[in-house]
């Protein structure tokens, strides 16, 4: 709280220069998006691993898609195989392959890593975890945000009538929901397509 209040007034008192840090931002991760054919490589392979281990049970049906969150503090969401959710900085870590399932109407999602096969989940405290059986607290609400991020934050819990934010520091930890904001770049992801394939399709 402390830390995030005076840095964000700063940046709203030189939104100007902002606007121009931020374009320069949505451009650098729009170029990333075009993997070498080396790192596609690598992704796919993370999904092929995966395949004979999935088990989608109950979650059967909705749209599914295979992509990577990255934040706009430039790291890659990742859960690891002890239900841990961090980022990472390398683009072909296996553990920041997502799968991102529609569960209802209304831009309600769950993300399950694909290597890990943990959701990851929000309490009604703000803490991240990964989890191995889905629960209504492994919804989370997409928004749409301007320049291509988007927001994901609990469909169960808020705080203080707050939104909570799925969210990734400067150093790539994982921060509390209830010191997550909208407005903050921590909160602020661009789901980037795993596969060749689908950057065709549409
Ligand atoms: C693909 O995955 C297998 C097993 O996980 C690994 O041994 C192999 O090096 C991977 N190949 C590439 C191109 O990453
Ligand atoms: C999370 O990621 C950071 C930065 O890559 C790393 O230093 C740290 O050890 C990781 N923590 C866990 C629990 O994996
Ligand atoms: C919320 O999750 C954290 C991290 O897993 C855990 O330590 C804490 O006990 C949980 N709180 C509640 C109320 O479930």
Redesign the pocket.
């Known amino acids: 709280m402390r830390i995030w209040t005076p840095s964000w007034n700063l940046r709203n008192a030189l939104s100007g220069l902002c606007v121009h840090a931020i374009f320069l931002l949505s451009s650098i991760c729009v170029a990333w998006s075009d993997r070498t054919p080396e790192q596609l490589a690598a992704i796919m392979n993370c999904s092929k691993h995966e395949r004979h281990a999935r088990n989608y049970d109950y979650m059967e049906g909705g749209d599914v898609r295979i992509r990577q969150l990255f934040s706009r503090t430039q790291w890659f969401l990742t859960i690891?195989d002890n239900g841990?959710i961090?980022?990472?900085?390398d683009p072909t870590n296996c553990y920041s392959v997502l799968e991102i399932r529609t569960v209802s109407e209304g831009g309600v999602l769950a993300i399950k890593g694909v290597k890990s096969q943990y959701y990851i989940s929000m309490n009604r405290t703000g803490q991240l975890q990964g989890k191995r059986n889905y629960n209504d607290n492994c919804n989370f609400k997409e928004v749409f945000l301007e320049n291509y991020f988007n927001a994901y934050s609990s469909a169960k819990w808020t705080r203080n009538s707050r939104e909570m934010f799925i969210a990734l520091s400067q150093?790539?930890?994982p921060l509390r929901g209830r010191k997550t904001r909208r407005e903050h770049v921590a909160s602020h992801f661009i789901p980037m397509k795993c596969r060749e394939e689908e950057r065709r399709a549409d």
């Open positions: 690891d841990q961090n980022g990472t900085q150093k790539g930890r």
